[in-house]
Structures are given as C-alpha cells and as structure tokens.
C-alpha cells in the first residue's frame, strides 16, 4: 500500500467526520427547550393525524394486499401438488411403455442403465395409473400381478447391476404387458 492511498483515506475520513459535524451542529440548533425554533414550520395537529390516519390506511391495505398475494400463492401451490399427485391415465403411462418397444440395450453397454431404468419407471408409472383407473385395479388384475411379481424379482434393488442381471424379466413384463394391452385397446384409445 502506497502513502499517497493512506493520505487519501485519511483526508476522506477528515472530510466526512467535518460533514457529519456540520449537520449535527445545524440540526440542533433548530432544537429549543420549548421545541422547534423559529426556522422551523409549524404544521396544525389535525393535519399530523390525517398523515398518521393515512399511513396507517396505507400500511392496512399493505398488509391486506400482502395476505391476499401470500394466500393466492398458497392456493397456486396447492393445485399444483393436486395436479402433480393425481395418477395419470392408463392411456398416457402405457405410451410412455410403448416408447420402449423398439429399444434395447447389449449389457454392459454404455445406454443399457438409461433403458433398463426407463423400462422400470414406465411400468411403475402404468401400474400405479392402472390402479387408480376408473375401472378399478380388478381390471387390469394379470398386469398388476405381473408388475408385482417384478417389483418382488428386483427387492427393491434398482440399481444398475441388478437391473441387468434381471434384464429378461423387465424386458418381459414390458412386452406382455403391452400384448395384454394390445387386446384391450379400449383401454388405450
């Protein structure tokens, strides 16, 4: 650091402490023992009110338009989350399955984690549309039984390695899954 930088925050702060001196200095002395001097205005005590009613108003309506904001962002919110929890129809979950169709992955590959992982989420996706269907789970009983026997396959395990090492069985649910559903096509139309 350089001496003509600590000169010139010196200087700065010497100035500043001047100013700040100076307006202390000029505001006490419109200060009296009996209030305001003589260089300051007096303003009626009703205008004083109406200027404190006003804000008051003001910061009211504030606060009202501030809990109707909040209260609108909540109900937003809440729709969302409504819409986001509510099953999707079989229909759409079974198009997500039926993307799959013509893919496949060699183990080992680099994209078989991407497909098996896919093949496994759209099934879920289908099994979890299909119980909640108007129709009632009763309905699509052999493809619900046939996810179940899956999930109960993988334990829970849906890493990559067990994903492959249960390839065939995910490929085939998938694939009697949609020739259950090719038989039902009112049920995807």
């Known amino acids: 650091m350089s001496i003509r930088t600590d000169a010139r925050g010196a200087a700065t702060a010497v ?14 002395a ?7 001097g003589g260089d300051v205005p007096r303003v009626a005590p009703s205008v004083n009110a109406a200027a404190a009613a006003k804000a008051a108003d003001e910061a009211d309506a504030a606060r009202t338009a501030e809990d109707e904001a909040g209260a609108e962002a909540e109900a937003s919110e809440a729709a969302e989350e409504t819409a986001r ?4 129809a079989v229909r759409d979950a ?3 399955l039926q993307a799959t169709l013509n893919e496949d992955c060699a183990p080992g590959s680099s994209n078989c984690a991407y497909f098996l992982g896919r093949v496994h989420d759209e099934l879920g996706r289908l099994d979890k549309a299909m119980k909640a269907d108007a129709q009632g789970p009763g309905h699509f009983k052999e493809p619900i039984a046939w996810i179940a026997a899956l999930r109960g396959t993988l334990k829970g395990d849906t890493s990559t390695d067990n994903l492959e090492k249960h390839r065939s069985e995910l490929i085939g649910t998938r694939d009697r ?8 096509p009112e049920d995807y139309r």
């Open 15 to 28: 100035v500043a402490a001047v100013v700040l001196g100076a307006f202390l200095v000029g505001c006490s």
């Open 94 to 96: 079974f198009a997500g």
């Open 30 to 36: 419109a200060e009296t023992s009996r209030g305001p």
């Open 85 to 88: 929890n509510r099953p999707e």
């Open 177 to 184: 899954i949609n020739t259950w559903m090719q038989g039902h």
